[in-house]
């Protein structure tokens, strides 16, 4: 099975409307760099935890008590749906409270919303992830089912961009990434440490060392606004056809159903036809200032 | 929660009317949830007892129209970790501005019997002319409920949650008819910052604009459409120049039809 | 045309039916006059109905008029649409309380809405619910508007004289209801002809003292309609709008535009179909108790496109131009449905009386008349 659930798995919430949250206890805590940090979840009620279920690239509406509410992906392993985790960088006010944060205390979730990965569709060819920064954090699911399913893919490649040294988080994972045969991991910094020996730059540089069967390759793109332009512009004067690009965008996600309106993006609501698109369906839009 | 680690709370007046502090004393229900979140170490308009400062936050009314508030908020500053200006004369100078416009000497001559005992500034303005201020709350009087949001939000951590957008937003949500539409009536709710709760169109009347220009306040656009419509232009520059006047781009506009209006004459 | 059976009732009938409904636990909504306007509000006779008056409306202008009659329904529609009612411009969707070292309970959730009887609502509002239902009936509906929404009964009302700003017709909307009502009433000199939408109108219709309307009325009936279609007060070419629309994101004219368009969202809020809101969380200062309120929010403010890092649209330009482009074009591709059903409320409504039919035709005319004339010229290639 390559993925949890073959449909788009139903969302969880709270009890009287979709835009009310379920309770998660915050069962383990992992600081991943100075300003992000991994939070492991546990639905209170054991009935929402039975029923919850994910696909890689999704995310869930995490809201904090008094503060807010923020769309933050899930980067943990879709096959262990009983404990989810969100890595999350300490930016906006809500991620900012979540710092505050400890073991034992609850969040409210309502989730999954969002398009996937395509690993059903993709199975076969070759996947390039290209990763920048926080960027890795939804693609970490995608990782883990190409891995455990790893003879139903071609060539599996991970690129993967960060500040500093310092900033990457999941290190220890993706040490053990780096140590496997079957999967190719670069990783390129901004800013280079004494003790860094690798590439450095921006990450579409690292594309000059590997070798690239464009069209047998599906690339999954996630990162900043600029990396995920710069990364789609490459890959197709590469070849890389536009219905093979897949980029996760981000925008303004306030009820993640597509009634407010906020995450627009011409035709698209981000949070239900998106995060992940592909860059044949945004073609049009794509890179475009003022949208 | 022990009494000690409570945030404290300073209120200071400047050039003012007091209103915006009233607004204080006016949380009526909030009070006792207000008392039981901070600590109000500072604040003469409602108790004598003053507690020493470093304060953690400030909320300062009025303008700064004087050489001793000119100095007066830069001590203020230093003694206050997160400064808040409440109400239009803090943020934006308030109608003491108006003088700006004028010569304060002559002023000075007509207004007081021996002009030489009064020690003011050629200019009323905004505090934020003088000091970094961290939050700006808009209003005359500011709205008590934003008040407590302001507070609350610092309580907790948070951004305050102060809309920027126009009074247009809040007065059709209550269901009101548009009294320029209806009426013809040049009203500044369009490019007027929401916060009221859109008082004035709920009784038929035009926006004033106590509460400054909204984002990408659209004075000029709107200052046009006015005139197209049969206002003159003297009205328009008294429109603009009232609580917030000296805010852009009220400023700009208003100066702009005033160069227009003495052309013509 | 669809054969449809009318019955003639006559107009104190309505005072009946009003009572019907009361009585059976609706609420009735229906035309009023407030400050200046014809609005929809809860009535509980006839005699609030605006009777005798009519309203003149233009561009940014609306004035109310006396009629020469004592019609009951001789206006269009005003500043409200059934949009407040079925998504309220605030609502608090949930309050909750901390319990104990770190649980939650809820205190309060969404309000149960009440039921709803329409009175008097046009072709143009049954559309836009149609259009709503699309937002909020979906697989993930909203639970109030869901249920508002579908216990609510709608006596609607055909427009014989439509208004200045009016362009249901364009839009294939109007001015005759077809779909969406459980009865439609045409006013004439003392009667009414009411149409049959739904058995709960059938039901209605049972309950008054009525007849089968004579084949003369009926063929009068539709003879109003086809004229009131030829005598809208504006219209739009629809032929093709979407894609050029959205092949045409650079016009200049959309800066033409945002020179005169303050982004004060008063389109966005008289827009029966616009549906977009913000979500807020508040917290008192005990810090023990938070809510979550829902209020209509737009895209024409800054904060509506803030995200980490930025505004989508920081110019004005930008917002007008989502804003037209999503009504006209791209909701047809969400919804399978214009987002505009041609009522004129954005038109009217707008204080500075910026005119979509008009801002649209610019761009498409423009657009329509390059692609001719290079279809002319290579036709002569081709010729030549």
């Known amino acids: 099975m390559i993925t949890a659930v073959a449909e788009r798995p139903c969302m969880v919430c709270g009890d009287g ?73 300490h930016v906006g006010s809500v991620t900012f409270a979540m710092n505050k944060l400890k073991e034992g205390q609850c969040v409210g979730l309502r989730g999954p ?62 040490e053990e990434w ?75 996600m306030r009820c993640g159903i597509g009634q407010c309106g906020h995450c627009q993006y011409g035709p698209k609501f981000v949070c239900k036809d998106g995060p992940i698109f592909s860059y044949a369906s945004v073609r049009n839009l794509f890179g475009k200032d003022e949208v | 929660m022990v009494k000690d680690t409570k945030p404290k709370l300073a209120v200071y007046k400047f050039s003012s009317c007091d209103g915006c502090q009233l607004s204080i004393l006016d949380l009526e229900d909030e009070l006792l949830a207000l008392t039981g979140a901070v600590e109000i170490a500072f604040f003469l308009e409602a108790r004598r007892k003053v507690q020493p400062g470093p304060y953690d936050i400030g909320l300062v009314e009025g303008s700064i129209s004087t050489p001793e508030e000119a100095e007066r908020i830069v001590q203020v500053r230093k003694e206050c970790k997160y400064l808040v200006t409440i109400g239009a004369c803090a943020t934006s ?52 409920y934003q008040l407590v949001e302001v507070i609350t939000a610092f309580v907790a951590g948070r951004r305050p949650q102060i809309p920027t957008y126009p009074v247009c937003l809040e007065c059709k949500r209550e269901g009101n008819v548009c009294v320029m539409v209806t009426d013809g009536a040049p009203c500044l709710g369009p490019i007027t910052q929401a916060g009221c709760g859109a008082i004035c169109p709920s009784f038929g009347r035009s926006c004033y604009a106590c509460f400054g220009p909204s984002e990408s306040s659209a004075a000029e656009m709107l200052c046009n459409h006015c005139e197209k419509t049969g206002t003159d232009k003297p009205t328009i520059v008294r429109m603009l120049r009232s609580f917030n006047g000296y805010l852009e781009p009220f400023k700009q506009v208003g100066d702009e039809y005033e160069r227009q209006t003495v052309k013509n004459h | 045309m669809k054969n449809r059976v009318l019955y003639t009732i006559d107009k104190r009938e309505l005072d009946k039916l009003i009572g019907i409904l009361v009585r059976d636990g609706f609420k009735v909504v229906g035309p009023t006059i407030r400050d200046g306007a014809i609005t929809y509000e809860e009535i509980e006779s006839t005699r609030q109905l605006p009777v005798g008056w009519t309203d003149e409306q233009e561009a940014g202008k609306y004035r109310l008029k006396r009629r020469d009659d004592d019609n009951l329904f001789g206006y269009v529609v005003g500043p409200h649409s059934l949009k407040k009612f079925l998504f309220p411009p605030k609502q608090r969707l949930f309050g909750i309380k901390k319990s104990g070292e770190d649980g939650f309970v809820f205190e309060a959730r969404q309000p149960e809405p009440p039921r709803y009887a ?146 004060c969202a008063n389109c966005t809020f008289a827009c029966p179909t616009c549906f977009c809101s913000n979500i807020e969380d508040q917290t008192d200062l005990t810090g023990e108790h938070a809510e979550r309120w829902r209020t209509w929010g737009s895209c024409f403010t800054l904060e509506f496109s803030y995200h980490t890092g930025g505004y989508s649209r920081s110019s004005p330009a930008a917002r007008y131009r989502q804003w037209l482009t999503h009504k006209l074009a791209s909701w047809h591709e969400q919804f399978g449905v214009s987002g505009c059903v041609g009522c004129g409320r954005c038109i009217t409504w707008c204080p500075v009386g910026i005119d979509i039919t008009k801002e649209a035709t610019v761009i498409a005319d423009d657009y329509r008349q390059s692609r001719s004339r290079q279809e002319s010229a290579s036709l002569e290639e081709v010729g030549s």
């Open chain 1, 17 to 89: 409307s979709p835009m009310e949250p379920a309770w998660a206890r915050i069962v383990a805590f992992h600081q991943e760099s100075s300003n992000t940090a991994s939070y492991s979840l546990q639905f209170v009620d054991p009935e929402k935890r039975k029923q919850y279920q994910f696909l890689p690239g999704q995310f869930n509406m995490v809201y904090l008590f008094g503060v807010g509410e923020a769309a933050i992906s899930i980067s943990s392993d879709p096959t262990c749906c009983d404990t989810l985790v969100h890595t999350i960088r």
């Open chain 1, 113 to 174: 919303f969002g398009s996937h990965w395509p690993l059903e569709s993709c199975r076969g060819r070759d996947i390039l992830l290209v990763a920048g920064g926080i960027g890795i954090a939804p693609l970490r699911p995608a990782i883990y089912q190409l891995l455990k399913n790893r003879d139903q893919y071609g060539r599996v490649i991970l690129l993967y961009g960060v500040r500093s040294p310092q900033d990457m988080i999941f290190k220890e994972e993706v």
């Open chain 1, 178 to 252: 780096q140590e496997r045969r079957d999967f190719q991991v670069l990783i390129t910094v901004d800013y280079p440490s004494e003790e860094w020996t690798g590439p450095v730059g921006v990450v579409t540089k690292l594309l000059r060392r590997v070798r690239l069967d464009s069209q047998r390759t599906s690339v999954f793109v996630c990162g900043p606004r600029v990396m995920n332009r710069a990364a789609a512009h490459s890959f197709l004067s590469h070849y890389v056809p536009e219905d093979q690009i897949y980029v996760s965008l981000e925008r303004n």
């Open chain 2, 93 to 144: 100078g308030g109608i003491q501005a108006l003088k700006n416009w004028a010569d304060v000497e002559e002023y000075k001559r007509i207004v007081y019997a021996s002009p030489k005992y009064i020690q003011t500034l050629d200019t009323a303005s905004p505090v934020a002319a003088y000091v970094l201020v961290d939050f700006e709350l808009r209003g005359c009087p500011v709205n008590k």
């Open chain 3, 118 to 263: 329409f009175l008097g609502v046009r072709a143009c509002d049954l559309a836009a619910v149609d259009v709503q239902d699309r937002v909020f009936k979906q697989a993930m509906s909203d639970p109030y508007y869901a249920k508002a929404r579908n216990e609510a009964i709608f006596i609607a009302v055909n427009c014989p004289e439509p208004g200045g700003t009016c362009f249901c017709a364009s839009m294939g909307t109007g001015p005759r209801c077809s779909t969406g009502f459980d009865i439609a009433l045409t006013e004439l000199k003392t009667t009414f002809t009411a149409e049959v939408g739904s058995t709960r109108g059938q039901e209605l219709i049972e309950a008054l003292e009525h007849e089968t309307t004579d084949a003369n009325t009926s063929h009068l009936v539709d003879l109003m309609m086809d004229i009131a279609s030829e005598h809208m007060g504006r219209s739009l070419d629809t032929n093709d709008l979407p894609s050029i629309l959205l092949e045409n994101l650079q016009h200049h004219h959309w800066s033409d535009v945002a020179k005169r368009c303050m982004s």
